[in-house]
């Protein structure tokens, strides 16, 4: 259902019962999926790919051309899953030649005047709080929780169902399961509550606390750390996660407890 006063380009593809609010603007090469709710004053530009039973909220701007230099105006993409809420005044922009996308996983919740710039992959059941500023090429893991007004640098990388302290300025990888906070940015722990909310068993809570204990509270290297956990500690999907991600590191993960 549109509205008469929004303007959708004869060449986007809308399901038919997409809501559409008035004073939005839909561009040309846009998808929208079925049951997805468009608010009033809404941009959505050439590139977007907004998946089923979403609702983006009055002001966002989605596949806005990126804030990069080095942008030609290549052909890419903006990737919204299913289910996922935009709320107000969000910014999302489209890929560059680097990766060609930008990615907005499923069940997503982006508060307002968040901005996630070009070519960053943010998984599945992510939550970011208001005013979370995302840089370009940053990957955010499923079910990570980003608190209000967080700084993310370019190029890093947020593992699964960790949560960030609101304020934060995040410059270094976060390993997956923890809490991370302080200035410096830093290791607070293992996001136990998450975790029990997302039924990881005791057990799997005391394993990862174990290999925590090993990477931040031994006074070993993290490469050390990563070899007598392999060693010292039994083979997990646990385990193994958090072993990738540390040797996987480009910028290196966040520091310990000071």
């Keep these: 259902m549109k509205q008469p006063l929004a303007y959708v380009h004869p060449a986007a593809k809308i399901a038919s019962n997409v809501v559409i609010d008035p004073f939005v603007t839909i561009d040309q090469n846009v998808e ?13 530009l050439e590139g977007a790919r907004i ?20 942008f030609r105006g290549e052909d890419t993409v903006a990737i919204i899953g299913d289910n996922t809420t935009i709320r107000e005044c969000v910014t999302i922009n489209r890929g560059t030649a680097s990766k060609g996308k930008t990615v907005v996983g499923s069940n997503c919740l982006i508060m307002a005047y968040c901005h996630v710039a070009h070519d960053c992959v943010v998984g599945d059941n992510v939550i970011m709080s208001n005013a979370v500023q995302v840089a370009g090429e940053v990957v955010i893991d499923n079910h990570a929780v980003i608190g209000g007004g967080a700084l993310i640098h370019q190029f890093t990388h947020i593992g699964q169902h960790v949560m960030v302290q609101g304020g934060a300025l995040v410059n270094k990888d976060i390993p997956p399961f923890v809490k991370a906070g302080r200035d410096p940015i830093s290791y607070a722990g293992i996001n136990s509550i998450g ?3 997302r039924n990881f068993t005791n057990e799997q809570i005391r394993e ?38 540390v040797r996987n590191s480009k910028r290196g993960i966040i520091r310990g407890y000071m």
């Design 208 to 245: 990862i606390q174990e290999i925590f204990r090993y990477l931040y509270l031994s006074g070993l290297n993290n490469s050390d750390a990563v070899e007598r956990i392999e060693a010292e500690l039994p083979a997990s999907k646990e385990r193994d996660e958090i072993i990738m991600f």
């Design 32 to 44: 929208i999926g079925e049951g997805t709710r468009i608010g009033s004053n809404v941009t959505i």
């Design 51 to 70: 998946g089923k039973n979403c609702t983006i909220c009055s002001g966002a701007v989605i596949s806005g051309v990126p804030q990069d230099l080095k």
């Design 195 to 197: 975790l029990r909310r």
